[in-house]
């Protein structure tokens, strides 16, 4: 729902909630990733991905995630909410370049954990 509510919000020129429903949809996203591949009783979002560090799904080889925070998915995730999860009035390019590097990166994550879960079957 997430998705499709910041598409909705993006169409319509409201930037700060497309900008907040975006990294609502990545967090569901990790979230869901870590209940299918790792789960466990963690008390934070930040707990659930490097849960997913841990286990492998974020890949140490290619900078997807670093103990010093300064990873792609730790710099992603910064980036989509530098001021935090719903940062005020945005504009249009800013927004549009988050909701571009969403789809891609997730497109991404989504091909690897589809990947994972047919070597498992």
Known sequence: GHYSQALAAHARGDWAAANAQLRS???EFFDQV???I???????SHQRRQALAKVGFFRSDL????DDGTGFVQSFWKRLHPQGSHPGLSEKEDSTFRLHIVIVVMHYFAKRLESLLIKKN
Do not use: H, K, Q
Request: hydrophobic residues 30%; without cysteine; proline residues 12%.
């Open 34 to 36: 870590v209940e299918t």
């Open 38 to 44: 790792a789960p466990g009783p963690y008390s934070s």
């Open 63 to 66: 900078n997807e995630w670093s």
């Open 25 to 27: 949809f990545v967090e």
